[in-house]
């Protein structure tokens, strides 16, 4: 029988589907025909390409098709546009949680929402500075007159005073005052009591007796500072006495530092 060299016999440029290719077996068992379709499924798993069926685009024809697909849609395996809003109306009519607000509107929406700030009221106010000092104003235009500074620091409040002097042997003076707060903060209680013969000094919240914070003696007087902090309806009582052999006085202040 004649023997043909391979490369004498008529070559082809494309290889459709149905082809039959001779393959010598790995396993020895000669030379067969294979198909062009187990040819390929073969090569793939060889290479660990996987079945391309099992892909999750469109396109299966070939891994290279799947990943342009991919590329173009994204990676979700679509091309589905995203849906942008253009404008405030169109933000505010939307229910669809896959659209999107488009920059400018969003800016629009911001400088809408910075310009129209205000009370419970309905006074406006916008942010300022005036001398360099931060706060608000209640006029678009910013006017010294209609600014307000942020506060820096606590309010405080004088609640009241009492004073009680006496010149006689033996006598009592003394101060009684009560207080119920009408809203959170410190009540701070200044006592001087001057004196020679005794003392007392009571000041309780609740009815629970409070220690000073502060406290200074001295020969025939003393002074001392309370800075309690309360509830509104807290209620605060302030008692003091002396008794003396001579000129006397006492004297009591307190003061609402506000939150």
């Known amino acids: ?29 000669g030379t067969k025909a294979v198909t062009q379709e187990i040819l390929i499924n073969e090569t793939g798993k060889a290479l660990k390409v996987g079945d391309l069926t099992e892909l999750q685009t469109e396109e299966k024809t070939s891994l290279v098709a799947a990943i342009n697909e ?3 849609s994204g990676g979700g395996g679509t091309s589905a546009e995203v849906d942008i809003l253009d404008t405030k109306e169109e933000i505010e009519a939307n229910t669809e949680p896959e659209k999107a607000a488009g920059a400018l509107a969003v800016k629009d929406m911001l400088t809408e929402l910075n310009d129209n700030l205000q009370f419970p009221d309905g006074v406006k106010f916008y942010p300022d500075v005036q001398n360099g000092v931060r ?4 006029d678009a235009a910013r006017g010294a007159d209609t600014f307000y500074p942020f506060k820096s620091g606590a309010d405080i409040k004088h609640i009241a005073s009492g004073i009680s002097r006496k010149a006689t042997t033996n006598d009592v003076a003394s101060i009684s005052k009560t ?11 200044f006592c001087s009591i001057m004196y020679t013969g005794s003392k007392s000094e009571s000041i309780t ?8 914070s502060f406290t200074e003696s001295a020969s025939r007087s003393s002074i001392s500072l309370y800075k309690i902090p309360v509830k509104k ?5 302030i008692a003091l006495s002396a008794t003396n052999t001579a000129n006397y006085e006492i004297f009591v202040a307190y003061f609402m530092e506000m939150i």
Request: hydrophobic share 35%.
């Open 1 to 29: 029988m004649a023997k043909y060299d391979i490369t004498q016999l008529e070559q082809a440029t494309t290889v459709p589907a149905g082809s039959l290719h001779l393959v010598e077996m790995g396993d020895g068992s």
């Open 70 to 72: 991919a590329a173009q």
């Open 135 to 138: 706060g608000y104003n209640t």
């Open 179 to 189: 207080h119920a707060a009408d809203e959170d903060g410190t009540i701070m209680v």
């Open 205 to 212: 919240l609740n009815g629970s007796k409070k220690s000073p």
């Open 233 to 237: 309806g807290d209620n605060i009582k």
